[in-house]
């Protein structure tokens, strides 16, 4: 049932969530102001995207854990105190490594507070009414993150640069007051604190995704890129070594034996690369080939992202009549057939179309992502022991951040294998591979939900402690 206290706590939990969500693309249209105020280089604008991308992929995991230890309250409070100071020290920059500084604070305020808000939202709901709930925190990530560039484009235009930075102070004061007053605090599991681990992991993730970053910059064989994504990998490779010889490893590697769990965490992984490298191509498609701005571009964007807020909550009570397996190849094959839907419409009519013929692929792909967030987060929730919802809610959202950014990444690797673009036409040709790669990547996502068996496709949700 929502009781006054647990809709409270969805207030809370889903007010801090958007406003992280939110910060991971809405400084990208307003780069050209700020890098015109502080004379700023390419590598500095760079830098002012991946400080915030690096700080929040990396430390995901690590406040997962910590919030069991220490308390989820406590921790994810900490994590509002430090994303509404870096939110304010960004407003307050006087030059691009302040900038960047005061990014980075902002993403380790993020990673703290998105995998302890899914965590403190899954056990404060009954079993009966915990998809439900998944589903509105699902829906206000996924409207997070996908109108960054809407929200930028409106203050830019109307405002100075600045604003964008300023409107999260609001919205982080309320959230800490009211999070202190309404939210109760809850534990996991008690582990040792880990220095090495959290080293050797932190360390690894930041290899992978600032490799992955600097791929298509550096070129993919360069010596810089290879040394990050080699790095990363072995320093990897190390903290599993380091973990199975803890009694109280860090991160429980046997989970991964749960083909529910396995399933699922690779499912958010390729459906974040899939659906990261259309929407980047799509954004830049508006523009650069039919000639939008950056805000009439997010306006027309909302189809999409409204479709997602309205079924990720339709998704929650999907699951406990249909199933996770059932809702989940639903949303993905609709996500999919979207992709190369849009590929299918520039290949028959080139770029110059109206945009209602976008339209009903737009609300595809946007119906598709909400009916895929909700199944993976309550899923995977629900396939692991109560005293590991902490660790599991950090790698399923660690998992889907490090997909967003290989799909970035190997679509900008597609997209500039075609050649020099000197027309709207020749950006036409070259989106259309990239989007076929997207769809490809979703597939795999779709072959992934396949490794789920048995409860899985319950038509109940489960508890923490049936899927033991």
């Known amino acids: 049932m929502f009781t006054p206290d647990r809709i409270k706590l969805l207030v ?3 007010a801090a969530l958007f406003m992280a969500m939110l910060d991971n693309l809405v400084l990208g249209v307003a780069l050209p102001s700020i890098q015109e105020s502080f004379n700023a280089s390419m590598s500095d604008l760079e830098w002012f995207m991946n400080a915030y991308t690096l700080a929040f992929s990396v430390l995901l995991i690590p406040f997962s854990v910590l919030g069991e230890r220490f308390g989820r309250k406590r921790m994810f409070l900490a994590g509002v105190v430090l994303f509404t100071l870096g939110s304010a020290l960004s407003g307050m920059s006087g030059s691009s490594i302040e900038l960047i500084l005061a990014r980075a604070l902002q993403g380790v305020g993020g990673a703290a507070i998105v995998p302890l808000s899914l965590t403190l939202v899954n056990g404060a709901f009954p ?11 699902s829906g206000i990530s996924g409207l997070g993150l996908s109108i960054g560039p809407l929200v930028g484009g409106l203050i830019v235009e ?20 009211l ?5 109760k605090e809850t534990r996991g599991e008690k582990k040792p604190i880990d220095p090495l681990g959290i080293l050797l992991l932190g360390a690894g993730l930041f290899g992978i995704v600032f ?27 190390f903290f599993y070594l380091w973990e199975q010889r803890r009694k109280q490893p860090f991160i429980r590697f046997d989970l991964f034996k749960n083909a529910k769990y396995s399933g699922l965490v690779l499912a958010g992984f390729w459906m974040n690369a899939g659906i990261f490298c259309a929407i980047f191509l799509l954004t830049l498609f508006l523009q650069q080939a039919q000639g939008y701005s950056a805000l009439e571009a997010g306006v027309r964007e909302m189809a999409w992202t409204g479709c997602t807020m309205i079924a990720a909550p339709l998704a929650g009570l999907a699951v406990g009549k249909f199933g996770t397996r059932a809702v989940l190849t639903t949303g993905l094959a609709l996500q999919g057939i979207a992709l190369l839907g849009f590929g299918l419409l520039i290949v028959t009519q080139g770029v110059s179309f109206p945009f209602g013929y976008m339209l009903p692929f737009m609300m595809m792909a946007g119906t598709g992502m909400g009916l895929s967030f909700t199944p993976i987060s309550h899923g995977i929730l629900s396939s692991v022991p109560a005293s590991a919802e902490g660790e599991a809610s950090g790698i399923s959202n660690a998992t889907r951040e490090l997909g967003g950014v290989f799909g970035i990444a190997i679509g900008g690797l597609v997209f500039q294998s075609g050649g020099a673009i000197q027309s709207a036409a020749d950006f036409g040709d070259h989106v259309v591979p990239a989007l076929y790669a997207g769809a490809a990547m979703i597939a795999v996502g779709l072959l992934s939900v396949m490794l789920l068996r048995g409860r899985a496709a319950s038509r109940q949700p489960l508890s923490a402690q049936e899927a033991t």
């Open 179 to 183: 999070g202190m007053k309404w939210l």
């Open 12 to 14: 809370v939990t889903c």
């Open 211 to 237: 490799g992955l970053e600097r791929g298509n910059e550096d070129g993919w064989g360069s010596v810089t890129v290879l040394s990050l994504l080699g790095g990363g990998l072995l320093l990897l490779v």
């Open 127 to 137: 079993v009966d009414k915990r998809a439900a709930a998944l589903g509105i925190w």
């Open 158 to 177: 109307g405002a100075a640069w600045q604003l964008i930075f300023w409107v999260n102070i609001p919205v982080g004061v309320l959230a800490f007051l």
